[in-house]
DNA sequence: AATATTACTTACTAGTTAGTAAGTTGTCAA
DNA sequence: TTGACAACTTACTAACTAGTAAGTAATATT
């Protein structure tokens, strides 16, 4: 029955590295069929419409985020280590040929974003938030991270800015993105 | 001979802001004749490609730019009323519908954009840098901004997390784009 | 009054978009 | 070995995309 069992999730693959290229109204459904050496209509096949497409792209981004997070791995790490961790997932997104973040890709089209991809962005975006918060809060009670002002704030102030940093890199180069991350140590070890 | 002189101008003002609402992929000149109440061909005969359109509206926000801060206005403020002026900008940005930094809408799209309006966005996010950069340098040696590491460092900072609070109010709402501007008052003035 | 120019409209093209309906083929289970 | 089903292909549609060529009408210049 299968000719290849893998086509979805090599169809997710490729929305998800699109997205992160080029954006939602940047990528197509026949960018994908190219790129996979099939059909148009076999895309379609898999996923329905766009929409389901880019809802399943995000739904499997954050089942992934917490997997991640609740795996021993991270969980276990010092807050400073933790963040380090949080810092090397846009690193690397910006070392894979110039790559941008999901959330911030996905918001910068919202207006123009069919409703359950719009659900999926907020809700992915409440969960970055939410895991950097309960972050910044325990690395500031175990005397790790010196900051004033809300640990909610702060955690909205920092992925803002990786956002905006891989943005920012593609126009000015990698050394902005750096620079950002490393600014962010100099403010919260110092 | 001019039925309304000012169409031109009136083009580049719908696609700033058909820019800063949907993005580069986003608009098309379909959108912005038929807000004009005029036809296709009128836009094409004032922007000839929509990459000529797309780099016109950053000159003229380069120019707007540059005219403001040369201004005695906003020169001679001290660097803390200098810096709000400037947070004030994304603000009102964030106001106006909910829309985004010009520069952080065309960075997303990057990849897909025409050589001029790369090398536009480019220009205006080196032009938006450097003056933070010097408000920072300046507010510093005044006694006034309180942080570690290089003021270029610190203005990639400030400048990406204002991008990317804009577009993480989008999903999010207001209170997260006030949050960073919150925060970013608690790092600099402690 | 004749001519040129500006600011358009009409009418089109070639390419791309998401999406669909109907047919085909390989594999597996009964 | 028959039939069901999964994973496609072929062939299409309607809507939209940027862009063009030729014509028109009002105004400005000579």
Known sequence: MPRST?????ILDLAESLLQDKGY????YAHIATELGVKNAAVHYHFPTKEA????????????FKLWTNN??????SPEEKLDWFFSIYTNTRADHGKVCLAGSLETEFNSLPD???EQTRALTAELLAWLEDTLKEGRDAG????NGEPADKASLILASLQGALQMARAMGTKKFHAVVTQHKQDLLA
Chains 1, 2 share one sequence.
């Open 6 to 10: 893998n086509t979805q999730r090599t």
């Open 53 to 64: 497409l880019g809802a399943a792209v995000i739904q499997r981004y954050r089942d992934r």
């Open 116 to 118: 359950t991809v719009r």
């Open 25 to 28: 109204n940047g990528f197509s």
């Open 144 to 147: 790790a991270f010196h900051f």
């Open 72 to 77: 021993a791995r991270v969980k276990d790490l």
